[in-house]
């Protein structure tokens, strides 16, 4: 377990710009899809349940070159207040029509052509992504090239929603045991947390593990919390509000177990509030939710620089989804085994090919010969509602 550093200290952030600059793209067309992947088991957390995975991909066009982004805020504002309906409409009505026809050098030029609009960092990215996904096909340099990464193979995690049942969590644990997992993520929520990790703890004693509250708690239920110390956890993962940091910092100081900042941390500005309070020891990196890859690089150098440790996150995209967040895991600071999922894990049809498959070692490897695409006969059948959009 990563020890405190000094997070009760100041911080200030010096973040460089992006990795790369380009000759100037201009970007010709997006095509926009709403789509609704089914899973094979509900994911249950603390805010609800889905049956499917909503999304929404993107295709763009620059000269003779088209490439494709995944953001997936989910079907309802549960997680976020986006949903992938809003992301669609924005995108397609007010965030697209911004950008089409324009000419960009750098995601950070594309990203202040953005910044009249607030907030939405799941549309944002869904248009930030197709840029670098479009500068992959452009240069014929690898994403995680691109984003200052590296070609090393980046550790995956296993994960548990709210469950049926006790036994069939700790039979799905031992599963992920044999196949040699080094972590495991549990959801909790209210009915199914302290009960649930004594359950997990006395059958498993030494295993790494952490709990995913996604921000179903307050801070009345800190003795919770302090109760939880003694099943030495890696950290507990956004236990409190999605978009607050001072209660989690007041929790820190309850509390012995470190904390992970997820939902909350939806921007570069908000990761910097949070070191500044000391609200948590870990960050969650998802680049749908906080804009794009820009700002997930700019939030990984951060953390660095404060002795922080990230690990990436994921919305259980396809592949075409799942791939960038392999790409951005390559990155040093990326200390965490990630969620990172096969395509079998959630899918039986996945919507991205090729499909994202694990190693022996529990391990994904970068993609040096192009990212996964959708499938067109899976596109179609999954497409909710679509529109396209061509510069005049």
Partial sequence: ????????????????????????????????????????????????????????????????????????????????????????????????????????????????????????????????????????????????????????????????GIQDSF??????????????FPRVKLKAAPGWDFEMLQAVRSTFPEIRIHIDCNGGYTLDDADLFKRMDQFKLEFIEQPLANDDVLDHAKLAGMIETPICLDESVNSVRAVEHALTVGACEFVNIKPGRVGGLANAVRIHDICRDAGVPVWVGGMLESAVGSAICVELATLPNFLYPGDLFPSSRFYKHDLGKPEIELTDQKTMLPFTDGLPEPDEDLLERYTVQSRSLVAE
């Avoid at 036994?167 to 040699?180: E, P, T």
């Fill in 1 to 160: 377990m990563f020890g405190r550093g000094s997070l009760a200290q100041p911080y200030a952030s010096a973040a460089a710009g992006c990795v790369i600059e380009s000759p100037a793209m201009r970007i010709q067309s997006l095509d926009v899809y709403h789509v609704a992947m089914p899973l094979k088991y509900p994911w249950r957390t603390a805010y609800g349940e889905d049956h499917e995975i909503h999304s929404v991909l993107v295709r763009a066009t620059s000269e003779d070159h088209e490439a494709w982004s995944e953001s997936a805020p989910l079907q309802m504002p549960t997680y976020s207040p986006e949903s992938a309906a809003s992301v669609f409409l924005n995108v397609a009505e007010f965030f697209g029509p911004r950008i089409i026809g324009q000419e960009f050098e750098s995601a950070d030029a594309l990203n202040d052509r953005l910044d009249l609009f607030k907030g939405n960092p799941f549309a944002k990215a869904a248009i930030e992504i197709a840029w670098w996904t479009l500068q992959v096909k452009h240069t014929g340099r690898p994403l995680h090239e691109l984003l200052g990464g590296t070609a090393r193979e980046v550790q995956a995690g296993a994960d548990f």
């Fill in 167 to 180: 036994d069939m969590l700790l039979g799905n644990i031992q599963n992920a045991i044999d196949a040699g």
